[in-house]
């Protein structure tokens, strides 16, 4: 980092004025009185409106952040980028779209619809989201415990981070799993398709998709986990490979096309980056070859996507020249 420092050959050379526009940016997103909070589950339902975080890291290593991004959120779908490279990485795609397409459903997130193969659209909503957990539960080490398993998650996880440790809500668990008349049904249809390996234990199954959901990070954690997916897989905190490139492209390309609920077409045309948000109000952005981005703030739209959050990105297109075409 140092040798490329005295060298100025950073992948952004001028850093302290890219600061300056993150920080322009983030100060009018924060005007943003836009959305409203989540409110099917009490924990979501009382967020504070106010919290708004930005964190950047490049691919070699410079950060930046500003607001409130040390506060932890839950991962809710950001979470499914993370188990769809896992699932990846453990058992290759072959295996992984055996049962989940790539395709985006072009209907909510969570309604009750599979592809004409009966298979789930695509990782990226909650039925595939489901059911990447039940791949990675039946097939990647069955001998694993959920206990295990959860442990097993948990570190993966926190090597795409840098190895920053992240935690879990456990009353957001447990909420999660009370309102979840919706995953539960969605659940038994890909049961009643025979969506799921053998041997799969559609309980298990289900409160580990509840489980990752409830993992907590905050905007620092979070904009090392995009920065490994903008660096083909490498962390560039500790330099370990974590991903196989072929495993961040298909996770990429999901992503592109998918990331943004049914926003996912409109983002992929006017922002043009790949990019995954949560109910929580996080949102995950990966320029490739250049940078990680984390936002996070709990106001979120009409089709689940983060006000400010979404502000943001649009402004960081009207500066820079980040859109991919
Ligand atoms: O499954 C649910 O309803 C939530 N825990 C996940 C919510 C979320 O962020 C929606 N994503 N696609």
């Known amino acids: 980092l140092i040798t490329r420092a005295f060298r100025s050959q950073f992948v952004i050379p001028d850093f302290q004025d890219f600061i300056k526009d993150i920080e322009e940016m983030y100060w009018a997103a924060k005007c943003n009185m836009d959305g409203k909070l989540a409110s099917y589950i009490p924990q979501l339902a009382r967020a504070n409106q106010e919290h708004w975080g930005v964190s950047v890291c490049t691919i070699d290593g410079q950060r930046f952040s500003i607001g409130d991004v040390t506060v ?3 991962l809710q779908s950001c979470s499914k980028p993370l188990t769809y490279a896992m699932a990846l990485e453990t058992l290759g795609p072959d295996v992984v779209h055996n049962y989940v397409g790539t395709e985006p459903s072009g209907r909510n997130f969570n309604e009750l619809v599979l592809d004409h193969n009966m298979k789930p659209h695509n990782p990226m909503i909650n039925a595939g989201a489901i059911l990447v957990c039940s791949l990675l539960k039946t097939l990647d080490k069955p001998e694993m415990t959920l206990a295990e398993k959860f442990d ?10 840098g190895n920053e440790v992240l935690g879990f809500n456990n009353a957001v668990f447990l909420s999660e799993r009370e309102a979840a008349d919706r995953n539960y049904a969605l659940g038994f249809y890909m049961r009643e398709h025979k969506c799921y390996p053998e041997k799969t234990n ?14 907590e990070a905050n905007c620092e954690i979070m904009s090392v986990m995009a920065a490994t997916l903008a660096n083909g897989g490498i962390c ?5 490979k974590v991903l196989r490139p072929d495993s961040v492209r ?20 006017k922002v043009g980056l790949p990019a995954k948000s949560g109910v929580s109000g996080a949102m995950l952005i990966v320029v490739p070859n250049v940078m990680g981005i984390c936002t996070w703030s709990p106001p979120l739209d009409p089709l689940g996507n983060s006000c400010r959050g979404l502000q943001f990105c649009d ?11």
């Open 250 to 269: 298909n996770v990429l390309s999901l992503m592109h096309s998918c990331g943004m609920y049914d926003y996912s077409g409109q983002f992929a045309f």
């Open 72 to 74: 932890p959120f839950t």
């Open 202 to 215: 559609l309980r298990e199954c289900m409160d580990f998709y509840f489980q990752c959901c409830s993992m």
């Open 236 to 240: 560039p905190i500790t330099d370990e």
């Open 152 to 161: 097993y998650v948990m570190s993966f996880f926190s090597r795409m981070a």
């Open 315 to 325: 402004d960081l297109i009207r500066r820079f020249n980040f859109h991919k075409y």
